[in-house]
């Protein structure tokens, strides 16, 4: 059975599973307004269908996927909901489960929680969405043998995503925070050739980890305020989220710059690029 589903917005992740959602031959709609070229193209290119305001588009669906950075998921969440939408919500955002919850209250009933683990699913294998809530079943069958590996879970979906990326991307601040640090003392040299000997790899990864976060920097600092919340609801420490958000927040203006190397992150970290 084909479904008409809103996606909001086709980024980089948004697009991949709106495309997967039209290897099913759904219609999958999103908002042209106030998006840039680049959007355009993105969606033009997964088939998707345009629509001109936020009212045309909830009045020609019956499902919102919302995928969106997690600062702005609770303000998508109302603005749908003003628009006059009151059918199935997943929000498939990097938020605390407290967040997901404010979500859910917003648009009512239909509320399906999601969270997200692996790229942008350009590729089979290597992209999980996690569903929790009566409709994840059902959602779960709308990707049904696409490269999206929809699986519904017990407990919070946005708590297991914010369990896994507290390390993954918690992980990637830290080890260019400790490069940093070592920077500013004098002993790279003599960190990354301990490293070759004790860390097999980290110097390699501390590298490639400068390259992978720069362009979503902008973005992870928003998740790492979120994770940071739901570690303070479960009355653990929050600090090191915290930190790590101020990581990323350090290495947002690097977010259209490209090839960024290592050098040039540690520089962003201790203040001495301006530009």
């Given amino acids: 059975m084909s479904e008409r589903v809103l996606l909001l917005h086709p980024g980089a992740m948004g697009t991949s599973l709106g495309a997967a959602l039209r290897e099913n031959a759904h219609v999958v709609r999103w908002v042209t307004e106030g998006r840039t070229e680049a959007t355009a193209g993105r969606a033009r290119d997964a088939g998707l ?9 909830v009045g020609a669906v019956d499902h919102v996927l919302s995928v969106c950075p997690p600062h702005a ?5 109302e603005a749908v909901v003003a628009a006059g939408f009151s059918g199935a919500y997943v929000d498939a ?5 407290d967040t997901a919850r404010r979500i859910g209250a917003i648009v009512g009933d239909g509320f399906v929680d999601g969270g997200i683990v692996g790229p942008p699913a350009w590729r089979p294998g290597v992209t999980r969405l ?12 709308w990707f049904a043998g696409t490269r999206v590996d929809a699986r519904p879970v017990a407990g919070s979906a946005s708590a297991l995503k914010m369990c896994y990326a507290a390390f993954t991307k918690g992980s990637s601040a830290l080890i260019l925070a400790i490069r940093a640090l070592a920077e500013r003392e004098g002993v790279t040299a003599a960190l990354l050739e301990e490293w070759g000997i004790s860390q097999l790899g980290l ?16 973005r992870f600092e928003g998740e790492m ?9 479960a009355g653990l420490p929050d600090g090191f989220h915290r930190a790590a958000a101020e990581v990323y927040r350090r290495m947002g203006p690097l977010k259209d710059v490209e090839d960024v190397d290592i050098e040039r992150v540690i520089a962003r970290l201790l203040g001495r690029e301006g530009d």
């Fill in 49 to 57: 269908a345009g629509a001109a305001t936020l009212e045309e588009a």
């Fill in 130 to 141: 996690y569903l929790s809530g009566p409709g994840a079943r059902e959602v779960a069958a």
């Fill in 73 to 77: 998921a609770v303000a998508v969440a």
């Fill in 203 to 218: 110097p390699e990864r501390s590298a490639r980890t400068a390259g992978a976060t720069s362009a979503k920097a902008w």
């Fill in 225 to 233: 305020h979120e994770i940071a919340a739901t570690f303070g609801a």
């Fill in 93 to 97: 955002n990097a938020v605390s489960p």
